[in-house]
């Protein structure tokens, strides 16, 4: 098992930048893939971003490609997503979940190859 807490979401204006943090605990070696999802009200989750643990292979949404960014720090078993340019339209929950297993290509965009998630935090951009 792979325990998944996030943090660092809030409220911010326009333009501005917020850095989520989630940290891993469990069975992390089983850890494959990192990944960050959104969801807004009414909205499917949606995929954000990925990084494969051993390589750090870093995958994104087109919506999100040059403002954002995820890194993770395998000594602290902590994945990073740096959030710039945020727009209101960034407005959701947003979660952090793990793989059990390799995944490769459009498998890491897809939330149902995700074993464990973490249980979110929002993020608000006001206009």
């Known amino acids: 098992q792979v325990q998944l807490v996030e943090s660092g979401g809030g409220l911010v204006q326009a333009g501005g930048s917020l850095r989520l943090s989630c940290a891993a605990s469990?069975?992390?070696?089983?850890?494959?893939?990192m990944g960050w999802f959104r969801q807004a009200p009414g909205k499917e989750r949606e995929f954000v971003a990925a990084?494969?643990?051993?390589?750090?292979?870093?995958y994104y949404a087109d919506s999100v490609k040059g403002r954002f960014a995820i890194s993770r720090d395998n000594a602290k078993n902590t994945v990073y997503l740096q959030m710039n340019s945020l727009k209101p339209e960034d407005t959701a929950v947003y979660y952090c979940?793990?793989?059990?297993?390799?995944?490769?290509?459009?498998?890491?965009?897809?939330?149902?190859?995700?074993?464990?998630w973490g249980q979110g935090t929002q993020v608000t951009v006001s206009s």
């Open positions: 979940a793990a793989t059990g297993g390799l995944r490769v290509g459009r498998q890491v965009r897809q939330k149902d190859e995700y074993d464990y």
């Open positions: 469990g069975r992390t070696f089983s850890s494959y893939v």
């Open positions: 990084i494969s643990w051993s390589y750090g292979n870093t």
